[in-house]
């Protein structure tokens, strides 16, 4: 089973003004080529005393335009050709242009003829620039035109000055990309998605708890953002960021995130995806204060609460995702999991795999449901993530 990369074939035209970020839209060039993506770079003159044409060239492997007059009609057929359009970083002076209809280069005459909703644009200055109601009024006129805004972000500025005005990071670039390119076919539900390990505690230092980084439940949590769900995140301790535009409930333990999970799921929640490698037994008792050389505990462990059998037993249940973490390839348990705990969908996952499971950016998997089974190459977990929601969307249709 092979996910489509939404980026892979699409056509990015990449739109670069003068400021000190436009270095980073190197490197942009060069991921969305990675990805398979078809990038035709548009570089203002001010751009061209921070970087060269040429490493826009190299990066991205294709043309690189700088003038409104080396091809006449370039500012109607570039933007008809591309899916989407990006202008990162994205100057005052660019917004302002923008926002007004202004069209006195090669960039701005493009904009002209693009529609609004295929437009992403990353914004770098200054902050006491971007707080300007000048700037802030034009950046609500292309919000509301349907413009795309990534960033900016809070940090330190070029100039050395603290505050909001960093263009965003690539990958969150990357992410709004791939978030625009993505089909909504997950409009009207509402998706529960648990992420990260639990912690069980012995005493107020000390636990027990797993390797997982959240990177798949957080996969999924962005892949269902970016097909038109509305998503609540529920995760045990990681070091991600949440995704943008969903629902975030951080939680410890297993008991927190059985009560956060059976209160969001009552909420009218349509689907639950239990990625969360939630702990199955926990210390019967939780020391009040840490437990000195001399008190070594004898463990006693009791089960936790089983999370998934206390949805799928619940009036108006959701449709039911879990995951079964095995080391090996024992798909018989995996099925005896999905028909114990009454789940529509198991996703078999051999931790035991290199590149699968655990603290990785891949995933191999089986998709196991009431009908069949489908197993995915080794992916990114983005790609796994989407090969879930399509096996879902096929099921529910
Ligand atoms: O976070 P990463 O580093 O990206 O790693 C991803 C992952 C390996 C954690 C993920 O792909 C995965 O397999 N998650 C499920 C881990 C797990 O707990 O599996 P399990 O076979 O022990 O549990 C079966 C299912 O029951 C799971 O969906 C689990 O969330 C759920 N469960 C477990 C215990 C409990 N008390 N209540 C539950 O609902």
Known sequence: MNFLNPLKNRSVLLGITGGVAAYKSVELARRLYDEEASVVTIMTEASRHFITPLSLEVASRNRVYTSLWEDPLA?????????ITVIAPATANLIAKFSQGIADDLLSTCLLSCSSKKVIIAPAMNWRMYENPAVQRNLSQLTSQGVILVGPEQGSLACGEEGTGRMAGVPEIIDAIRSALT?????????????????EYLDPVRFISNRSSGKMGYALAAAARDR???????????????????????????????????????????????????????????????????????????????????????PGRPFIVGFAAETGRDLDRARQKMRDKQMDMIVFNDVAEPGAGFDVDTNRVVIIDRSGEQGTELMSKNSVAHAIFDRVREIKA
């Not at 939630?278 to 004898?298: C, I, N, W, Y």
Request: a positive charge; charged letters at 25%; proline letters at 7%.
């Open 75 to 83: 500012h109607i057929r570039l933007p008809k050709e591309a899916d």
């Open 228 to 314: 038109g769900a509305v998503v609540t995140l529920i995760s045990g301790p990681t070091s991600l960021q949440p995704p943008a535009g969903v629902r975030y409930i951080p939680v410890e333990t297993a008991a927190a995130m059985f009560a956060a999970v059976t209160g969001e799921t009552a909420r009218a929640a349509t689907m639950l995806v239990m990625a969360a490698a939630v702990a199955d037994f926990s210390p019967e008792t939780r020391a009040e204060t840490k437990l000195g050389k001399k008190d070594m505990p004898q463990l006693k462990l009791r089960m936790t609460d089983d999370i998934i059998a206390a949805v799928a037993s619940s």
């Open 183 to 199: 089909k909504k076919d997950l409009v009207g539900e509402r998706i529960v998605v648990t992420a990260g390990p639990t912690r």
